[in-house]
């Protein structure tokens, strides 16, 4: 027997993806929904060979669905996630809107697994920031080997994270470059993102952090550890997918490079490209369209008494949001909500 499994925000970016990796990962489904607002009504989407029509978020009723894959901003989350709840069915949210809700499991599953039983707190379960779960799937099976004291973090983040509208506006950025007639406003970002990097995502809090420095911090303490200690530094790049991250690691032991380098490469959802060779690294090129956190440039930080240097890639709009949310709901599926 299969779920009922509905996809909320199916037109957006991260519906897209929720949609393709359910079929690419054959998950076990009786009736699948694409849900999407009143202005995409009737609007085709992809599921595997068959095509979905939208339907309406705004009228839906979610009795008898068993779990709901939101990809819709916090407002209309907040709005319809306890609709669904309230109707039996299980939330799986991608907006930022309850993962500070100590109620509310947050889940990577490579990492906290045994949080999912939670979910029976409110019928909801959040999915972490895109920076945030790449970097704990990394730092995961290394914190269980040699417990981590501190982390410096500085991430280069695809303009994807940012939504369509961001995609779209480094496109029409880089040809105005070439055709200066064809010159377009700055919209999404706050300086032009063509051919510049902005040290800047969300809006900036009283300490100096912004939104998406903190979002890292108190997100690794809740899946990870709280007494692990995190600073961040998070920038925006001209890249369409893929984020990828410069990881300082501060243990409270000695590991070596060459273990830490074997512990990774046995670890779930890590791919470790590690060649000190031209080309023997991830770029986010190589990354998009692939499952797998990647790692690279694993070396040793003499600076410190025990210390780590790695390198983070990962398709942001996988792992860091569809991806995750599937393999929670596959998580949520056999250990808690078994059919047949």
Known sequence: MGYNIVVVGATGNVGHEMLNILAERAFPIDKIAALASRKSLGTEVSFGEKTLKTQDLDTFDFTGWDM???AVGSEATKKYAPLAAKAGCVVI????????DAEIPLIVPEVNPQDV???????????????????VVALKPLHDRAKIKRVVVSTYQAVSGAGKD????????TKSMYNPID???????????????IPHIDVFMDSGDTKEEWK????????????????????????FVGHSESINIEFEEFLDEDEAR??????PGIMVIDKRENGGYVTPVECAGD?????SRIRQDVTVENGLNLWCVSDNLRKGAALNAVQVAELLGRECLKKG
């Open 166 to 173: 961001a995609m779209d506006e480094l496109w029409d950025q």
């Open 183 to 197: 010159n377009k406003p700055k919209q999404v970002f706050t300086k032009q993102i063509a051919f510049n990097v």
């Open 291 to 295: 499952f797998a956190t990647f790692i």
């Open 216 to 239: 890292m911090v108190v997100e690794t303490k809740k899946i990870l550890d709280k007494s692990v200690k995190v600073t961040a530094t998070c920038v925006r790049v001209p890249v």
């Open 117 to 135: 039983h939670m979910y029976k707190n409110k019928m909801i379960i959040a999915n972490p920031n895109c920076s945030t779960a790449q970097m």
């Open 93 to 100: 949210d991608n907006s930022s809107l309850y993962r500070y």
């Open 68 to 70: 709901a894959l939101f």
């Open 262 to 267: 074997d512990i990774l490469r046995e670890a």
